[in-house]
């Protein structure tokens, strides 16, 4: 059974530029949970998508960044306009629903230059 | 707010012998704990979890101890091997919080051969 697929692993953008973080959750999960990690530092949470819905943005910044989790494909986190903080690494989680267990793709690591 | 944390930065621990990693946790609500492995360049990996009505679970070769009336929380490993060599980062969920979890900083776990 494939884990929970993230790409691109890394991601080199220039300030202004438009990243977009993709994740493909393991089969049959229907929750998409998004966190940033910080170098040294915890994850952050930042956002919990069901199937075309948002369920808790309560983590993500209110401008350039979104999130969506269409019917078909993967769950898309689009950072506009990025600057040298963004760069982090964002790490995609699934879930089944009703489940507590989240299991972690093997991250992004977005380097704004 | 809410906030987990963790005691020491750093452990270094004997190969063969038994390491334990404290985590403190403010959020009373809380009612899911979970201890993640992240080995570099990876994602979180799931070890083991814990529900608040319970104060201890055993694993294979971990063991987790939840302490309410202090909030804290401690990973126990037996028999230390070079592969658990990591940085260890306890979570944990409050009630009606969406399934998002609330990490803490981590600790380096480093094992001496």
């Known amino acids: 059974n494939a884990g929970v697929m993230q790409n691109p692993r890394h991601l080199v953008r220039r300030r202004g530029q438009e990243a977009r973080l993709r994740c493909s959750p393991m089969?049959?999960?229907?929750?998409v949970y998004w966190y940033r990690q910080l170098p040294e530092e915890g994850l952050k949470f930042m956002v919990y998508?069901?199937?075309?819905?948002?369920?808790?943005e309560s983590g993500m910044p209110k401008e350039r960044f979104s999130a969506e989790f269409p019917k078909e494909g993967p769950s898309i986190l689009r950072i506009q306009q990025v600057v040298r903080g963004d760069s982090a690494a964002y790490f995609c989680?699934?879930?089944?629903?009703?489940?507590?267990?989240?299991?972690f793709g093997p991250g992004t690591r977005l380097t704004v230059t | 707010g809410e906030s987990v944390g963790l005691h020491l930065p750093t452990l270094s621990v004997q190969e063969g012998d038994n390491s334990i990693i404290n985590c403190a946790y403010s959020?009373?609500?809380?009612?899911?704990f979970i201890w993640y492995k992240q080995e570099s360049g990876k994602g979180p990996q799931f070890i083991i979890d814990?529900?608040?009505?319970?104060d201890k679970r055993q694993g294979q070769r971990v063991t987790v101890l939840l302490n309410k009336t202090v909030k804290h929380l401690s990973l126990q490993i037996a028999a230390t091997q070079p592969g658990d060599s990591a940085v260890y980062f306890c979570?944990?969920?409050?009630?009606?919080?969406?399934?998002?979890?609330?990490f803490g900083k981590g600790i380096t776990l480093s094992v001496r051969p």
């Open positions: 814990i529900r608040s009505n319970m």
């Open positions: 959020n009373s609500a809380s009612d899911y």
């Open positions: 089969k049959g999960h229907s929750h």
């Open positions: 989680a699934s879930s089944l629903q009703d489940s507590y267990e989240q299991y």
């Open positions: 979570a944990e969920r409050s009630t009606g919080a969406n399934s998002k979890l609330t």
């Open positions: 998508l069901q199937k075309e819905n948002i369920i808790d």
